[in-house]
């Protein structure tokens, strides 16, 4: 795969992750679930992808990680939105509305 | 912001490796449990359920490796797998790397230690603060030439005070004699003002500096010179209200100065003394030696400008000063006490980067050399995947590697080369004492280990990326990788002999300028300077008191064991201490113009003694005294000028003194010594019998049959027999100060010399590096000529051909460009011409020479190929 549709795909899920952790800070699997879930079983993402976007975005400075205990008593890395997380979720969301409107338009025309 | 957070991310990543990926093993053992717990729920049995859960996740290898890449310092960690396959090749290529390592070593230890002598004489602040606010204050005449010595008036005026100057002060050399237990010794002082310590901004570090009333009482207190302090005292730290005698008067010591601190004396002076300025004059003259310390932001010119209005109003009104015409003018301190070494230090900066170049040519074809045979090594690299920007990191970082290894070797090894530099340059060039191992040094030479070591390997790797990634191609990038290193050989071959015909020129012109006959006897000739001024028995009513005591000098020191004889002139040679005399010649064809001729007061066996024959008529006699007629020896030259195609003998010549004319008959022509000038030009020269005249200086010569080493306390001993607590000056012998007199040029030749020895060094080392290389490669195509009947020789002729084309080709070149270069070396030059054709040849045929010699051990090696094994290969 080319860099830039690789770079297409990786900020829609980067972007879902962002939001997903806006709800509240879960782990790697939680998270996976719940795009899973809300999306209704639509998106049914490589879970493995996960991870390399969650080092990425933690890379990047938009989500902080740290060890805890999960339900089932097992450590698990929790990660959280940082504020500049929070900025780059609106940021992102904001040129993917604009990117879909776009595609739309074209289209429709 | 995100640069840094990733930045801290990877280094963190980088330190906790193993616990980040067993952290990462965990998150993913955690989700796949979790997946699977989840299908085992929906009634899948647990094996099941894994393998579910597994599918589910996609490639957990795969996964996990994405996720160290994110983590991963791309540079940082390829730069330690770099390093560590670096040190392997270390191992696998002995000889390659020791190699280099060598050459490295050699080059950098030598461009530090010189680069050591530039930053210590010209980088290094000089010790005091604000140095470029502190100048000299000079006159200068409509001529031009400034004269240290500055009208007094201006000079007060100046100090009673002015915006433009923050301190002025006024110092003055001098001698002192001090009595050590019955023994004297004359010891240089430096009288000063008591602002000195303000102009130049400094402190003693023990004790204090005069006040201004101490000064103006001309006190007796004095401040040790540091290295006096440590001398004679054995650096006491009690020396503070201990006493010592000058010139049989006690003085306090108060306090010692910084350690190197001399302003612009030659010499660090042993005492600093307080200088009394008066109106009527320091020391019964109408001028100073002062200094000047401008304040913050003034400009040179115009203070100048300033001076000199000052300088205008008050000679004019001063019917005393005669050179109106004089204008103040300031020298900044640093050009008086660097003195004009600056262009030698840069020809020799020049040099060290010249070698610097070489030294990275010669890794770059070594480098080249090697890439060429792992060709097949690299096309795997690349086939798995390697980007050319990756490779070239690597290629880079092995060259770097072995040039940090032989560039810290190298400065370990400077580290002893400084010191030894700076005892050898300690009494040659100033501000010896700042040449030191500082961080400037450092910071140069690990910055050139490093340029050296990347463009060593940039240029091969770059020629490697060039070249097809093919495997198949190998031998064509062989040829062109070849095709480079020659170029690079012949580089260095040009580069080394740019710099051995610099020191040719150079050392040939110190061999010129060395006095090996310089007309006179050196050898086993003592030398005794007394200072006359403080004889007891000298005075304005016995005016022949020099004479008397010259002769019993010679007398006693005669009796000394060892002495053969003993003669008397005024100014020793190569002292740079000459007097001139004005002669004129009655009846000569260029009337009125005075011919000027160094003078020497002498006793009549002086040309015995010094060995200078006699050509025509006599020599003095002892009936040469007061009663007879004046009579006066010329040399040949002065013999030949003065009185062209006639015989000197009998002529009569006019002496023009400040006491009036005086008529002499010359009675002898002695052959041209060259006391007075460390080349080879002519000069008249005149002598006078000390009988007849009242010397004002004396040197005792002593001619003696042993080392005249050996004789110095004895003959010390001698004159005091005759004159108690007289001061001696020095005591050493004609050949020390001949030698001593070329110092610098031998400095400058030596450190020259050394380089091109390193540069011819390295070339050989790069021929021979090239050409072994090239035989091994071709040990295939050799085999295939030794099989086909080409006998070892003509194989050893043909390594011997490229020696030949590379040596022709880089001398040409070298010539060419040296030819070029050299004009800007011609103001270093002495008897010699920028052009000389011998040194040109010479070093052309000796780098040829080195060329063939070094293609030796590979053709030797040629020879040896055995055609059967190396085809089989």
Not at chain 2, 475 to 491: K, P
Request: with cysteine; charged share 20%.
């Amino acid at each position: 795969m080319t860099d830039r549709a690789l770079e297409g795909r990786q900020s829609a899920l980067d972007m879902m992750v962002l939001k997903a952790l806006s709800i509240e800070g879960m782990h790697g699997w939680g998270i996976s679930q719940y795009i899973q879930r809300v999306s209704r079983d639509v998106l049914q993402i490589n879970q493995g992808s996960l991870y390399p976007a969650l080092h990425r975005l933690e890379r990047d400075g938009y989500i902080r990680a740290e060890w805890r205990q999960s339900e089932n008593n097992r450590r698990a890395r929790y990660y959280s939105l940082s504020a500049g997380g929070r900025r780059q979720l609106q940021a992102e969301h904001r040129d993917w509305l604009a990117f879909s409107q776009a595609v739309q338009r074209v289209m429709q025309a | 912001m995100k640069i840094l957070n990733a930045l801290w991310f990877s280094v963190r990543a980088l330190f906790a490796r193993r616990r980040a990926d067993a952290d990462l093993d965990e998150e993913l053992a955690f989700h796949l449990e979790r997946e699977a717990a989840m299908h085992e729920r929906d009634g899948m049995p647990a094996a099941e359920a894994r393998r579910e859960a597994a599918r589910h996740f996609g490639g957990v290898q795969r996964y996990r490796e994405e996720c160290r890449d994110v983590r991963r310092v791309s540079w940082l960690d390829d730069a330690r797998a770099d390093i560590r396959f670096a040190l392997r090749l270390i191992r696998l290529y002995p000889g390659f790397s020791a190699n280099i390592i060598l050459i490295s070593a050699l080059g950098i230890a030598a461009c530090a230690t010189t680069f050591s002598l530039v930053s210590g004489i010209l980088l290094t602040p000089l010790p005091f603060s604000a140095p470029e606010r502190v100048y000299e204050l000079e006159l200068r005449s409509t001529e031009g030439t400034p004269s240290a010595a500055f009208p007094l008036d201006v000079y007060e005026r100046i100090a009673a005070g002015a915006p433009m100057v923050e301190a002025v002060a006024a110092h003055a050399p001098g001698n002192v004699t001090v009595d050590w237990n019955g023994e004297p010794e004359r010891l240089r002082t430096m009288l000063i003002t008591s602002s000195y310590f303000r102009v130049f901004g400094i402190a003693p570090i023990i004790g204090r500096a005069f006040t201004a009333a101490e000064a103006e009482q001309s006190a007796p207190v004095v401040v040790l010179g540091n290295e006096a302090w440590r001398s004679r005292f054995n650096a006491d730290p009690a020396i503070v209200d201990r006493r010592v005698a000058l010139d049989g008067v006690s003085n306090v010591i108060i306090g010692v100065m910084p350690p190197g601190f001399r302003a612009q004396a030659t010499t660090e002076p042993d005492l600093w003394v307080p200088l009394r300025v008066t109106a009527a004059g320091s020391r019964r003259s109408n001028t100073v030696e002062a200094d000047i310390r401008l304040a913050a932001g003034v400009a040179q010119r115009s203070a100048e400008a300033w001076l000199a209005t000052i300088a205008h109003a008050k000679m004019e009104s001063d019917t005393r000063t005669d050179s109106v015409d004089a204008s103040p003018s300031l020298a900044p301190i640093r050009t008086l006490i660097v003195g004009d070494v600056q262009r030698q230090l840069l020809v020799l900066f020049a040099a060290v980067m010249l070698v610097l170049l070489l030294v990275a040519a010669n890794v770059a074809t070594m480098f080249l050399a090697r890439s060429s045979a792992r060709e097949r090594e690299l096309g795997v690299r690349r086939a798995l995947g390697a980007s050319a920007g990756r490779q070239l990191r690597q290629l880079v970082t092995e060259s770097a590697t072995l040039t940090a290894i032989g560039g810290a070797l190298g400065i370990a090894a400077s580290y002893w080369a400084v010191a030894a530099i700076r005892g050898l340059g300690v009494r040659v060039l100033s501000r010896m004492d700042a040449v030191t191992l500082d961080w400037r040094v450092l910071l140069f030479a690990v910055t050139g280990t490093m340029l050296t070591g990347i463009v060593g390997g940039l240029v091969p790797a770059l020629t490697a990326r060039r070249n097809a990634s093919d495997m198949r191609s190998a031998s064509g990038a062989r040829v062109a990788g070849h095709r480079i290193s020659s170029v690079l050989v012949i580089a260095q071959i040009t580069l080394s002999v740019v710099l051995l015909v610099g020191a040719g020129l150079l050392v040939k012109g110190f061999l010129r300028v060395l006095p090996s006959d310089p007309g006179f006897a050196l050898e086993n000739r003592a030398t005794v300077t007394v200072e006359l001024a403080a004889l007891p028995s000298m005075s304005d009513t016995n005016r022949h008191a020099a004479r008397e005591f010259a002769r019993e000098v010679s007398d006693r020191m005669r009796q000394v064991k060892g002495v053969r004889d003993v003669a008397v002139m005024t100014f020793l040679p190569f002292r740079g201490l000459v007097s001139r005399a004005e002669i004129e010649i009655p009846g000569h064809p260029v009337e009125g113009k005075p011919f000027t001729a160094y003078q020497n007061l002498v006793t009549p066996n002086y040309f015995d003694v010094m060995r200078i024959p006699l050509r025509k008529g006599r020599a003095f006699t002892p009936g040469d005294d007061e009663s007879a007629e004046r009579a006066a020896i010329v040399n040949e030259t002065a013999g030949s000028r003065w009185w062209p195609g006639k015989n000197p003998i009998g002529r009569q010549l006019t002496l023009n003194r400040a006491r009036g004319r005086l008529s002499l008959t010359v009675v002898g022509v002695v052959r041209d010594a060259r006391l007075f000038g460390t080349d080879t030009k002519l000069r008249p020269e005149i002598y006078f019998p000390v009988a007849q005249n009242d010397p004002r200086f004396l040197s005792f010569i002593v001619h003696t049959a042993v080392d005249p080493r050996l004789l110095a306390h004895d003959l010390k001993r001698a004159v005091w027999s005759v004159a108690p607590q007289l001061p001696i000056g020095t005591t050493t012998d004609l050949a020390t100060i001949a030698f001593e007199s070329v110092r610098r040029v031998r400095f400058f030749s030596w450190a020259m010399g050394v380089f091109a020895a390193v540069a011819v060094a390295l070339s050989a080392l790069a021929v021979y590096g090239l050409l072994s290389f090239a035989v091994v490669q071709r040990r295939r195509e050799i085999g295939v000529r030794m099989a086909l009947g080409a006998s070892p020789g003509l194989i050893g002729a043909l390594i011997v051909r490229r020696a030949l084309f590379l040596g022709t080709a880089g001398v040409s070149l070298g010539i060419a460009l040296a030819r070029a270069l050299s004009r800007y070396m011609e103001s270093l030059l002495v008897e010699v011409t920028a052009t000389d054709a011998t040194v040109f040849a010479a070093t052309g045929v000796a780098v040829l020479l080195v060329a063939v010699l070094a293609a030796c051990a590979p053709m030797y090696q040629a020879t040896r190929v055995d055609p059967v094994q190396s085809l089989r290969a």
